[in-house]
DNA sequence: TATGAATGAGTATTCATTCAT
DNA sequence: GATGAATGAATACTCATTCAT
């Protein structure tokens, strides 16, 4: 059909779209990156932005719908691979790396911008809240971790990960904080709930 | 002396830019306030602003330099106070409680701001740290907390506290992040590295 | 013959964007009238109406084209039905109240058109004239109405009538100007005219 | 006082765009001129124009403002010369031709312009209305005009002076058109009204 | 011929910065 | 030194027009 050509182009174009803001949002910034900039990222025109989202605001609300579709789908996997809290972290930190610079500022722009935003950071929490928290209970139960508040663990968790990733230029300034630093915050994370000493 | 008088009015108006700009920052955010911002908020004028800071930058350098200056000397009193690990990180959250809109602010967008803000981080953080290590090492020598990295231990403490900062809609949206939380952040962090059960 | 299948099809859709811009002009003014808004009322995709109108101006000029010899015929049927003076301002009235809308419209907006917008009301308003002012004559020199500048009459009533068209939201924010206040027009004329008091 | 220099030089940029604004929307039409070209015929940068006005809609209502207040001074002082209804014509044209063109731009885009402009053209035809009223119902009391409604008196009178003003390329394509036909269309109009032949 | 996605020129508006007073 | 009016570069968004399918 003719119809499917042209829609499949289009979603091409929106997808080669998403696809370069997510790109380009994670170097520059969300809010700094420029439509002009994205469309030259794409490859189409300037006018060709406007055709497939509306407003500046339209765009960087599917960019992030976008990644809050994948990021809870990743972390909707890692129940499966569950077993022990490490494993869960791992799988936590693995999902975080595949998209390490939107998510990272996302993190840090989240504040100004659009609610959804927002809402997409709390619904991915949320998820990974709740199997980081399974996990633990578990080996809490068991005697193998301190008993604490379940919301202050994952806070700290969450807290140090979003430390390191936002200050990536400390932490490895070439390459990927989750790669470079990944498996220590886990073990040192691993270490400090311990029971043991 | 003419001259004096004269200076003492300039340094009183550079003064009232200084202090308008740090409150204005700590409400607006660094970048989103507008000069004229500021300017109205000290009761000059916009001109005015430019004849004490020649860009914006330069007025950003000053305000997060002399915050800078003022987190050095109540890390430096900390000294004083020292004792336990527990009272550092009592001082600690003192200190940042006097200025912590601006400090949130400025954790937040220290990517987007001059290079100072990054070294005025970076240089306060290391006084922090020193003190939090010398206390920390003491007392993990005297067994009472868990052998950890220094560098691990510091950096989960200062992860935590950002993520409540920059979360503050979440943990306390009417009042101060640190009085609301603060004790529980300490208790939690306490137990979390002690070596005991 | 196929070819004249198509013909016939396009023909059809050339129809199906005049009348529909004829209806969109009315509504939301001609130059106010986007392209795509023609495409979207008359059915057809917004590609589509620049095979039938090179550009805009063509489209404009095409519709004005179209309603210039409508008016043209029914000020021709005008003659036919002659006869007073008052015969010929309601025939007048009555021709223009088919197409009030857009009428307006083009009155209005004539100066901002193509020249053709301007050629076209001067042909109507000629031929008009010409059947108004051959009745007047007929009866101005019958007594029955005042000497006066045949130009001028006829000036009159155009002012007249154009002044309760373009000023609609006053007399009749309803319905047709035409059908609220056109017995009164043609009234209050016709005595203004008379010899008589 | 230097505070009244500035404010002098601030009024009289004020003035500049009022004015140059006011000849631009009379030339070009009053929503077709860009703000650049009136930050060009005032003789100032494009940026000078939203110090003054903040929007380009505040502009229109202000010079629109500015013309309602002129006219209705001139319909005020019209009240003294009062006399005969030949004489309040007169100054109802004389009126007019003062700003002939942005006038007949008013009444040309009345429609599309902020409601200002819709209540500002009622205001001044009302008191036009009023003055025009009382002369004619004295020179109709008197018997000298035939007995007719005042307001399709007026409203003929009206549509016969915008008809000019809004088709001058046909009656005075070099100047005024008031100028070239006022006195005609005042002895027109006394003539049609009158109760002589 | 019809389609509708892509194009890019055109414009209001913001705001740091300058400079005459 | 203080003032605040003037400046102009920067940018999101619109819409007639083009062109590959």
Redesign the interface.
């Known amino acids: 059909m003719k119809r499917s050509i042209r829609q499949i182009q289009k979603d091409e174009t929106r997808e080669k779209l998403l696809s370069a803001a997510h790109i380009v949002f994670g170097q520059k910034?969300i809010m700094?990156a420029r439509m002009s900039d994205i469309a030259e990222a794409a490859g189409v025109s300037h006018g060709t932005v406007f055709v497939h989202f509306k407003t500046q605001e339209t765009l960087v609300a599917a960019v992030i719908d976008d990644f809050g579709i994948r990021m809870g789908q990743r972390t909707h996997d890692m129940a499966r691979n569950s077993g022990s809290l490490r494993d869960v972290l791992k799988a936590h930190l693995e999902g975080i790396r595949e998209d390490e610079a939107f998510y990272t500022q996302l993190v840090?722009e989240t504040?100004?911008l659009p609610p959804i935003a927002?809402e997409t950071m709390?619904s991915i929490q949320s998820a990974v809240s709740f199997h980081i928290n399974q996990a633990a209970q578990r080996e809490m139960d068991a005697g193998v971790i301190?008993?604490?508040?379940m919301a202050?663990l994952f806070?700290?968790w969450?807290?140090?990960?979003?430390?390191?990733l936002?200050n990536r230029?400390?932490f490895s300034p070439e390459k990927s904080v989750i790669e470079t630093c990944g498996s220590?915050l886990i073990d040192?994370?691993m270490?400090?709930?311990s029971?043991a000493?």
Do not use: C, E, W
Request: no cysteine; hydrophobic share 40%; glycine share 6%.
């Open positions: 910034g700094a840090i504040r100004s927002r709390i301190k008993p604490m508040s202050l806070n700290t969450i807290g140090l990960v979003h430390y390191y936002t230029d400390l220590m040192h994370f270490h400090m709930i029971s000493n």
